[in-house]
């Protein structure tokens, strides 16, 4: 069964950062063969993509609201794939959820995603 798993995650004030990681539990399931995206939820809200990038690290994607301040990188070498967070805003606030598709190009669509992790929570204070 594969399984994704989040790290990273904590309260910081607004203006920090955080780096969080994905990685697999399993030893068969090579999380480099894949495109991954970083997805939050708040309460109360829908689940939304912020970040995706594709299986070689060539390509990635952000959601508007974190453009600039949010990177996402992977080091296939360690089959581990990062969500730089900075200028956190306590509008960031949400548990992350990092998932994997078949890497058919970059979407943020939560559909299109087949693999999820179970969560990592981002606490920002203002």
């Known amino acids: 069964q594969v399984q994704l798993v989040e790290s990273g995650g904590g309260l910081v004030q607004a203006g920090g950062s955080l780096r969080l990681s994905c990685a697999t539990s399993g030893r068969t399931f090579r999380l480099s063969s894949y495109a991954v995206g970083w997805f939050r939820q708040a309460p109360g809200k829908e689940r939304e993509g912020v970040a995706a990038?594709?299986?070689?690290?060539?390509?990635?994607t952000y959601e508007d609201s974190v453009k600039g301040r949010f990177i996402i990188s992977r080091d296939n070498a360690k089959d581990t794939v990062y969500l730089q967070m900075n200028r956190l805003k306590p509008e960031d606030t949400a548990v992350y959820y990092c998932?994997?598709?078949?890497?058919?190009?970059?979407?943020?669509?939560?559909?299109?995603?087949?693999?999820w992790g179970q969560g990592t929570q981002v606490t920002v204070s203002s």
């Open positions: 990038i594709r299986s070689t690290g060539g390509s990635t």
């Open positions: 998932a994997a598709r078949a890497d058919y190009g970059l979407t943020l669509r939560r559909g299109a995603y087949e693999y």
